[in-house]
């Protein structure tokens, strides 16, 4: 039979175990609760990784960002366009301005602030016969109304720009050919009668050109150039153009009905000009 002190030693010593293991098993750490939300949002991190990793959704993405490129280069071009359109309308106005200004002078030299559509009177003042100017008045008429029919007639046919262009130059070469046989007053007043410009008029001169070598001022008028009448500024330009540069060429001026002969070399006087309508002999 065992003795009682060694059943209490026993029993002390298995307490004393299992107190110690209790306590160990009690020191561990608690396992980490995961909630649901943190579960989807965990997952919808790993998802992103792996789309952003995927060939299709980089190709995507360059795709876009070209196309933000190509915006922005476009944006870049209209605004440059909107630049060069506003600077075309500002010329534009410009040259408004002036033909306005060239219709007021042709006006301020008119003699009649109401003209007739085809002056006869001035035909007669300027030397010709009552006959002779009523033989230019049917011309003349006649070739208004033969443009009025044409246009009628390319409305009504349908023509093309060329064949308009065409026709025109029919009229006008048939129109020139009998002005050619007018002498030079006669045609002058003829154009004065018609209401077309007459005389080329200095209106600025440039210092350093040879109009202001000769002394061509602000107001005179350019009657003739290398001996031919010119009676517009687009005559005088084509003047200018032909020959040899290197010629000396005759240029006659009015200046307060005085007529001046100068003699400059071939080429750009310098001056700006408009082309005005005024009383023959004025």
Same mark, same amino acid.
């Given at each position: 039979?065992?003795?009682?002190?060694?059943?209490?030693?026993?029993?002390? *010593?298995?307490?004393?175990?299992?107190?110690?293991?209790?306590?160990?098993?009690?020191?561990?750490?608690?396992?980490?609760?995961?909630?649901?939300?943190?579960?989807?949002?965990?997952?919808?991190?790993?998802? *992103?990784?792996?789309?952003?990793?995927?060939?299709?959704? %980089?190709?995507?993405? %360059? %795709?876009?960002?070209?196309?933000?490129?190509?915006?922005?280069?476009?944006?870049?071009?209209?605004?440059?366009?909107?630049?060069?359109?506003?600077?075309?309308?500002?010329?534009?106005?410009?040259?408004?301005?002036?033909?306005?200004?060239?219709?007021?002078?042709?006006?301020?030299?008119?003699?009649?602030?109401?003209?007739?559509?085809?002056? *006869? %009177?001035?035909?007669?003042? +300027?030397?010709?016969?009552?006959?002779?100017?009523?033989?230019?008045?049917?011309?003349?008429?006649?070739?208004?109304? !033969?443009?009025?029919?044409?246009?009628?007639?390319?409305?009504?046919?349908?023509?093309?720009?060329? $064949?308009?262009?065409?026709?025109?130059? $029919?009229?006008?070469?048939?129109?020139?050919? /009998?002005?050619?046989?007018?002498?030079?007053?006669?045609? !002058?007043?003829?154009?004065?009668?018609?209401?077309?410009?007459?005389?080329?008029?200095?209106?600025?001169?440039?210092?350093?050109?040879?109009?202001?070598?000769?002394?061509?001022?602000?107001?005179?008028?350019?009657?003739?150039?290398?001996?031919?009448?010119?009676?517009?500024? /687009?005559?005088?330009?084509?003047?200018? *153009?032909?020959? !040899?540069?290197?010629?000396?060429?005759?240029?006659?001026?009015?200046?307060?009905?005085?007529?001046?002969?100068?003699?400059?070399?071939? +080429?750009?006087?310098?001056?700006?000009?408009?082309?005005?309508?005024?009383?023959?002999? +004025?």
């Amino acid at each position: 039979m065992k003795s009682p002190l060694l059943i209490i030693l026993a029993s002390l *010593t298995i307490g004393l175990a299992v107190g110690l293991l209790i306590k160990d098993g009690s020191d561990e750490p608690e396992p980490v609760q995961t909630s649901n939300t943190q579960k989807s949002a965990l997952l919808d991190n790993t998802k *992103t990784v792996q789309a952003t990793n995927d060939p299709a959704i %980089q190709e995507l993405q %360059q %795709q876009l960002q070209d196309e933000i490129s190509a915006r922005q280069s476009l944006q870049k071009q209209l605004d440059n366009l909107g630049s060069q359109l506003a600077a075309l309308e500002k010329n534009l106005q410009q040259q408004a301005t002036e033909e306005s200004s060239q219709q007021s002078n042709i006006n301020s030299h008119s003699d009649n602030t109401e003209r007739d559509w085809f002056n *006869t %009177q001035a035909l007669i003042d +300027g030397g010709l016969s009552s006959a002779e100017a009523n033989d230019l008045k049917v011309f003349f008429e006649q070739q208004e109304m !033969d443009q009025m029919y044409m246009r009628d007639q390319s409305i009504r046919e349908g023509w093309d720009r060329q $064949k308009y262009r065409e026709e025109l130059q $029919k009229i006008e070469e048939s129109s020139q050919a /009998f002005l050619n046989q007018l002498n030079d007053s006669t045609y !002058d007043a003829y154009l004065y009668a018609s209401g077309q410009s007459n005389r080329v008029e200095v209106t600025n001169v440039l210092d350093s050109s040879q109009a202001s070598s000769a002394g061509i001022q602000s107001g005179d008028r350019i009657i003739s150039y290398d001996n031919e009448r010119v009676y517009s500024g /687009f005559e005088l330009r084509s003047a200018t *153009t032909g020959g !040899d540069i290197n010629e000396s060429v005759a240029v006659e001026v009015e200046r307060d009905g005085a007529i001046m002969e100068l003699y400059l070399s071939r +080429g750009p006087l310098g001056i700006r000009m408009n082309s005005i309508s005024v009383t023959p002999g +004025g």
